[in-house]
Protein backbone atom coordinates (compact mmCIF):
# COMPACT_ATOMS: atom_id res chain seq x y z
CA UNK A 1 0.00 0.00 0.00
CA UNK A 2 3.11 2.21 0.42
CA UNK A 3 4.05 2.03 -2.99
CA UNK A 4 0.30 2.72 -4.23
CA UNK A 5 0.79 5.49 -1.90
CA UNK A 6 4.11 6.64 -3.53
CA UNK A 7 2.87 6.04 -7.08
CA UNK A 8 -0.68 8.11 -6.65
CA UNK A 9 1.55 10.86 -5.12
CA UNK A 10 4.03 10.65 -7.44
CA UNK A 11 1.36 11.20 -10.26
CA UNK A 12 -0.21 13.71 -8.47
CA UNK A 13 3.25 15.34 -8.46
CA UNK A 14 3.60 15.29 -12.21
CA UNK A 15 0.21 16.01 -12.65
CA UNK A 16 0.84 19.41 -10.75
CA UNK A 17 4.28 20.00 -12.84
CA UNK A 18 2.32 19.38 -16.26
CA UNK A 19 -0.61 22.09 -14.70
CA UNK A 20 2.08 24.57 -14.02
CA UNK A 21 4.15 24.08 -17.29
CA UNK A 22 0.57 24.67 -18.68
CA UNK A 23 -0.08 27.51 -17.13
CA UNK A 24 3.47 29.00 -17.05
CA UNK A 25 3.16 28.90 -21.07
CA UNK A 26 1.95 31.53 -23.46
CA UNK A 27 -0.91 32.02 -24.39
CA UNK A 28 0.06 33.87 -27.19
CA UNK A 29 1.11 30.47 -28.80
CA UNK A 30 -2.66 29.13 -28.79
CA UNK A 31 -2.94 33.00 -30.49
CA UNK A 32 -1.14 32.41 -33.40
CA UNK A 33 -2.52 28.49 -33.75
CA UNK A 34 -5.68 30.35 -34.27
CA UNK A 35 -4.22 32.85 -36.48
CA UNK A 36 -2.58 30.51 -38.80
CA UNK A 37 -5.34 28.67 -38.55
CA UNK A 38 -7.17 31.85 -40.07
CA UNK A 39 -4.16 32.80 -42.28
CA UNK A 40 -4.61 29.29 -43.60
CA UNK A 41 -8.10 29.69 -44.03
CA UNK A 42 -8.04 33.39 -45.62
CA UNK A 43 -4.88 31.79 -48.15
CA UNK A 44 -7.47 29.45 -49.39
CA UNK A 45 -9.98 31.97 -49.70
CA UNK A 46 -7.32 34.29 -51.46
CA UNK A 47 -6.75 31.14 -53.85
CA UNK A 48 -10.66 30.35 -54.53
CA UNK A 49 -11.10 34.18 -55.10
CA UNK A 50 -8.03 34.55 -57.57
CA UNK A 51 -9.51 30.73 -59.45
CA UNK A 52 -12.98 32.45 -59.26
CA UNK A 53 -11.70 36.15 -61.22
CA UNK A 54 -9.70 33.70 -63.63
CA UNK A 55 -13.27 32.15 -64.60
CA UNK A 56 -14.61 35.39 -64.69
CA UNK A 57 -12.09 36.20 -67.19
CA UNK A 58 -12.02 33.32 -69.07
CA UNK A 59 -15.66 33.12 -69.58
CA UNK A 60 -15.74 37.24 -70.60
CA UNK A 61 -13.09 36.42 -73.38
CA UNK A 62 -15.21 33.45 -74.36
CA UNK A 63 -17.87 35.82 -74.48
CA UNK A 64 -16.37 38.45 -76.51
CA UNK A 65 -15.42 36.51 -78.93
CA UNK A 66 -18.64 34.39 -79.47
CA UNK A 67 -19.94 38.20 -79.28
CA UNK A 68 -17.33 39.18 -82.10
CA UNK A 69 -17.97 35.70 -84.38
CA UNK A 70 -22.03 36.90 -84.36
CA UNK A 71 -20.82 40.31 -85.22
CA UNK A 72 -19.39 39.08 -88.25
CA UNK A 73 -22.22 36.24 -88.80
CA UNK A 74 -24.71 38.95 -89.13
CA UNK A 75 -22.30 41.34 -91.15
CA UNK A 76 -21.67 37.99 -94.40
CA UNK A 77 -25.55 37.35 -93.91
CA UNK A 78 -26.04 40.96 -94.84
CA UNK A 79 -23.29 41.00 -97.59
CA UNK A 80 -24.85 37.74 -99.16
CA UNK A 81 -28.05 38.98 -99.09
CA UNK A 82 -26.96 42.48 -100.71
CA UNK A 83 -25.01 40.42 -103.32
CA UNK A 84 -27.77 38.25 -104.05
CA UNK A 85 -30.64 41.16 -104.42
CA UNK A 86 -27.66 42.75 -106.40
CA UNK A 87 -27.11 40.08 -108.43
CA UNK A 88 -30.21 38.64 -108.67
CA UNK A 89 -30.66 38.60 -112.54
CA UNK A 90 -27.20 37.23 -113.51
CA UNK A 91 -28.47 33.89 -114.24
CA UNK A 92 -31.47 34.68 -116.72
CA UNK A 93 -29.32 37.49 -118.48
CA UNK A 94 -26.25 34.78 -118.83
CA UNK A 95 -29.29 32.75 -120.77
CA UNK A 96 -30.88 35.47 -122.61
CA UNK A 97 -26.98 36.67 -124.22
CA UNK A 98 -26.50 34.27 -126.57
CA UNK A 99 -30.27 35.43 -127.99
CA UNK A 100 -29.41 38.71 -128.09
CA UNK A 101 -26.22 37.39 -130.12
CA UNK A 102 -28.65 36.18 -132.69
CA UNK A 103 -30.80 39.41 -132.80
CA UNK A 104 -27.11 41.28 -133.46
CA UNK A 105 -26.51 38.64 -136.06
CA UNK A 106 -29.75 38.92 -137.74
CA UNK A 107 -30.22 42.97 -137.64
CA UNK A 108 -26.56 42.69 -139.54
CA UNK A 109 -28.58 41.08 -142.84
CA UNK A 110 -29.54 43.68 -145.47
CA UNK A 111 -33.36 42.75 -146.36
CA UNK A 112 -34.15 42.54 -150.20
CA UNK A 113 -37.77 42.26 -150.40
CA UNK A 114 -40.20 45.13 -148.50
CA UNK A 115 -41.57 42.29 -146.35
CA UNK A 116 -37.94 41.53 -144.95
CA UNK A 117 -37.36 45.07 -144.13
CA UNK A 118 -40.60 44.90 -141.84
CA UNK A 119 -39.60 42.11 -140.17
CA UNK A 120 -36.46 43.11 -139.46
CA UNK A 121 -37.87 46.68 -138.50
CA UNK A 122 -39.76 44.76 -135.93
CA UNK A 123 -37.13 42.73 -134.53
CA UNK A 124 -35.06 45.71 -134.27
CA UNK A 125 -37.88 47.34 -131.85
CA UNK A 126 -38.08 43.75 -129.50
CA UNK A 127 -33.91 43.99 -129.78
CA UNK A 128 -34.17 47.33 -128.36
CA UNK A 129 -36.70 47.21 -125.49
CA UNK A 130 -35.30 43.80 -124.19
CA UNK A 131 -31.53 46.07 -124.25
CA UNK A 132 -33.05 48.95 -122.22
CA UNK A 133 -34.74 46.31 -119.64
CA UNK A 134 -30.98 44.55 -119.62
CA UNK A 135 -29.75 47.87 -118.61
CA UNK A 136 -31.98 49.02 -116.41
CA UNK A 137 -31.07 45.63 -114.30
CA UNK A 138 -27.70 47.21 -114.78
CA UNK A 139 -26.34 45.31 -117.72
CA UNK A 140 -23.32 47.16 -119.12
CA UNK A 141 -21.28 45.88 -123.04
CA UNK A 142 -17.88 46.48 -122.38
CA UNK A 143 -16.11 48.39 -124.21
CA UNK A 144 -13.12 47.08 -126.92
CA UNK A 145 -12.75 49.37 -129.69
CA UNK A 146 -9.29 50.97 -129.28
CA UNK A 147 -9.00 49.65 -125.57
CA UNK A 148 -5.88 48.18 -124.42
CA UNK A 149 -6.55 44.41 -124.08
CA UNK A 150 -6.97 43.62 -119.87
CA UNK A 151 -7.36 39.69 -119.33
CA UNK A 152 -9.78 40.74 -116.57
CA UNK A 153 -12.52 42.04 -119.44
CA UNK A 154 -11.25 40.44 -122.46
CA UNK A 155 -10.56 37.36 -123.88
CA UNK A 156 -7.91 36.61 -126.81
CA UNK A 157 -8.89 34.24 -129.32
CA UNK A 158 -6.74 35.44 -132.09
CA UNK A 159 -3.37 37.61 -132.17
CA UNK A 160 -1.95 39.63 -135.22
CA UNK A 161 0.77 41.92 -136.34
CA UNK A 162 -0.54 45.04 -137.41
CA UNK A 163 1.82 48.19 -137.75
CA UNK A 164 -1.44 50.62 -137.45
CA UNK A 165 -2.35 49.39 -133.91
CA UNK A 166 0.01 49.42 -130.71
CA UNK A 167 1.19 46.30 -129.23
CA UNK A 168 -1.28 44.46 -127.17
CA UNK A 169 -4.39 46.79 -128.63
CA UNK A 170 -7.58 45.46 -129.50
CA UNK A 171 -7.57 45.11 -133.40
CA UNK A 172 -10.82 43.44 -133.49
CA UNK A 173 -14.63 42.71 -131.42
CA UNK A 174 -15.24 39.21 -132.23
CA UNK A 175 -18.14 39.00 -129.39
CA UNK A 176 -19.44 41.22 -127.16
CA UNK A 177 -18.77 41.08 -123.51
CA UNK A 178 -21.04 42.20 -120.65
CA UNK A 179 -20.90 43.14 -116.99
CA UNK A 180 -23.43 42.99 -114.71
CA UNK A 181 -22.98 46.25 -112.47
CA UNK A 182 -19.43 45.71 -111.44
CA UNK A 183 -19.39 41.61 -112.23
CA UNK A 184 -18.12 40.52 -115.41
CA UNK A 185 -20.77 37.51 -116.91
CA UNK A 186 -19.14 36.93 -120.50
CA UNK A 187 -15.86 38.21 -121.19
CA UNK A 188 -15.36 39.61 -124.77
CA UNK A 189 -13.99 37.51 -127.60
CA UNK A 190 -11.24 39.45 -129.21
CA UNK A 191 -8.20 40.26 -131.57
CA UNK A 192 -5.24 41.62 -130.56
CA UNK A 193 -2.41 43.02 -131.91
CA UNK A 194 0.99 41.25 -131.00
Known amino acids: MVENEKTSV ?18 SNEDSDEANEEGNELSEEEKRIAE ?8 NQRLLRIQADYDNFRRR ?11 RA ?3 IEELLPAL ?11 EQEETKTLLKGMEMVYRQVSEALKKEGLEVIETKGETFD ?3 HQAVMQVEDAEF ?5 VEELQKGYKLKDRVIRPSMVK ?3
Open 10 to 27: EETEEKAETEDEMLTEDP
Open 52 to 59: LEGQVDEL
Open 77 to 87: QREEKEAAAKY
Open 90 to 92: QSL
Open 101 to 111: DNFERALLVEP
Open 151 to 153: PHL
Open 166 to 170: ESNEI
Open 192 to 194: VNA
